[in-house]
């Protein structure tokens, strides 16, 4: 059973800095890309990024280029979202997925509030 546990979020000061972490288990993590997606208040949820298997970032928001880095840790079944000079906009609650098996998998989310 693929399972998915985002943890890190909290409140932060515009300006600030957040790491978001999921962890994975349940499938073969090192060969399949993962996604990073939010839920901003009141709008639909959408991508923030997809990590390759190898670690490459692609499809990256326009509105995080060059503030957020995603990662991963394939020998501890990890993926990380660094989180740099936040915004109030960036408010949201943050998921990984992954889709396995001709399924798609998520995490139920870690909530993050910027603001002052």
């Known amino acids: 059973q693929v399972q998915l546990t985002e943890s890190g979020g909290g409140l932060v000061h515009p300006g600030g800095s957040l790491r978001l972490s999921c962890a994975a288990s349940?499938?073969?993590?090192?060969?399949?890309?993962m996604n990073w997606y939010r839920q901003r208040p009141g709008k639909e949820r959408e991508k923030v990024a997809r990590?390759?298997?190898?670690?490459?970032?692609?499809d990256v928001l326009d509105s995080v280029k060059g503030r957020f880095t995603g990662s991963r840790d394939n020998m501890k079944n990890m993926l990380f979202l660094q989180m740099d000079k936040v915004k109030p906009e960036d408010t949201a609650v943050y998921y990984c997925n992954v889709a396995y098996k001709l399924k798609t998998w998520w995490g139920p989310g870690t909530q993050v509030t910027v603001s002052s």
């Open positions: 349940g499938f073969p993590f090192s060969t399949y890309a």
């Open positions: 990590i390759t298997a190898e670690g490459a970032m692609r």
